[in-house]
């Protein structure tokens, strides 16, 4: 779990349901993935100052540049290993499937930033809409999704072939990005817009549009290893929603705690996880029960979160 205005991470034990660990990182700390093989956590640092709703930008500090990159942590031994390079202002991350690739959305500079993760250096940048932010590599490895909050599109990377092959509208400020398993589906939430989208991969367009109640805003987005479900985090409006990903509706939503923004599922599908940024804490939501089983205080801002099981 990142914790955003404490610059640490909070290493959870799920089966001790308690904090085991808490590592130092930098500044602002939000998106992050572990590598394949479970062995490095990535992060990204952001020098740039926080802006939530409703704050004139006009009267923040500039940005802190020296404090962007992206933090590599040693999951073996609970440390920070090093800080790479990771473009300017990063806010999320994704790993190809060998482990060897990192790309970051830079959101001030309207960037998507391919960092070589054993070297630490820049391979390759890519132009994508305005405040780029969730970013997903396909299940089959080829392509990289990125959102863009002020577009209001999602940008397509082909990998292989090193450019921009397209991009498609959604509803205003499109946040994060999932796929099912096998590749058949991508959803992208959109805060403003009430709405998930439904992406067609093979043909990379809108297929369907889930529109949620007035009010509602859409954040994360995950869905279960077994295809079967996506869960949608809301932000201000506190609730996880739960989607059966065979026909795209809502089956039940709960009330997960203050702004949940990051969720992860757990392996079996029995628990999703949210970082509840104001109340500085994690709910762990019983699936099958569809209730909050417990929370688990972290640091200060929880913003991300990520799970690994062998």
């Known amino acids: 779990m990142t914790n955003e205005r404490a610059g640490t991470l909070s290493v959870i034990d799920p089966a001790k349901q308690a904090v085991v660990a808490t590592i130092s990182l930098g500044k602002r700390p939000r ?24 704050v004139d930008e006009s009267t923040l500090p500039p940005p802190d540049k020296k404090a962007d ?30 482990g060897k690739l990192l790309f970051v959305a830079n959101e ?8 070589d993760s054993g070297a630490g250096a820049t391979v390759a940048s890519y132009k994508v809409g305005g405040e780029p932010e969730g970013v997903m590599v396909s299940p089959d ?8 909050e002020g577009d209001g599109a999602v940008f397509v990377v082909d990998i292989g072939a090193g450019k921009v092959v397209k991009s498609f509208e959604v509803p205003a400020r499109p946040r994060s990005i999932a796929f099912l398993p096998d ?3 991508a959803y992208v939430t959109s805060e403003n817009g009430g709405a998930l989208s439904i992406v067609d991969p093979a043909r990379i367009e809108v297929v369907n549009t889930l529109k949620f109640n007035e ?19 809301t932000g201000r409006t506190k609730l996880v929603i739960a989607i059966d990903a065979a026909n795209n509706q809502q089956l039940w939503s709960v009330e997960a705690g ?14 999703v996880y949210t970082a509840n940024g104001p109340s500085n804490d994690v709910s762990v939501i019983d699936v099958d029960n569809r209730r909050v089983a417990t929370k688990i205080p972290v640091g200060e801002g929880p913003w991300g979160v990520a799970l690994f099981e062998p």
């Open 31 to 54: 998106g992050l993935r572990p590598s394949p093989d479970g062995t490095r956590l990535y992060v990204a640092l952001s020098g740039s100052p926080i802006a939530g709703p409703g």
């Open 69 to 98: 990159g992206i933090g590599v942590v040693d999951l073996r031994s609970d440390r920070l290993e090093k800080i790479i390079p990771g473009g300017s202002d990063p806010e999320q991350i994704a790993v190809s499937q060998d």
């Open 108 to 115: 001030d500079v309207s960037q998507l930033s391919v960092i």
């Open 141 to 148: 490895g080829k392509f990289v999704y990125v959102t863009s």
């Open 183 to 185: 590749g058949s589906r």
């Open 215 to 233: 009010g509602t805003r859409p954040m994360g987005v995950v869905a279960s290893r077994d295809g079967s479900r996506v869960y949608v985090s």
């Open 258 to 271: 203050a702004r949940p923004w990051g969720i992860a599922v757990s392996k079996d599908g029995k628990t």
